[in-house]
């Protein structure tokens, strides 16, 4: 949960994010170097699941 969240935009690309949580801790998150739409090869998202895990396919997504 979080009390406030700021954005900051640098030439209209997201460069900062501060976080205020309901506890009173301030999170600062600085972003440089982005890559807007990137060419990403698709076998960074294949997910093989180990063995000795139960993998559980929700078809309502």
């Given at each position: 949960m979080f009390s406030r969240v700021?954005?900051?935009?640098?030439?209209?690309?997201?460069?900062?994010?501060l976080l205020d949580d309901t506890l009173g801790q301030r999170s600062m998150i600085q972003l440089s170097n982005q890559q807007l739409n990137p060419e990403l090869d698709e076998s960074i998202f294949t997910f093989d699941p180990p063995d000795d895990?139960?993998?559980?396919?929700?078809?309502?997504?």
């Amino acid at each position: 949960m979080f009390s406030r969240v700021r954005l900051l935009f640098k030439d209209s690309v997201l460069s900062e994010l501060l976080l205020d949580d309901t506890l009173g801790q301030r999170s600062m998150i600085q972003l440089s170097n982005q890559q807007l739409n990137p060419e990403l090869d698709e076998s960074i998202f294949t997910f093989d699941p180990p063995d000795d895990i139960d993998v559980i396919l929700d078809s309502g997504l």
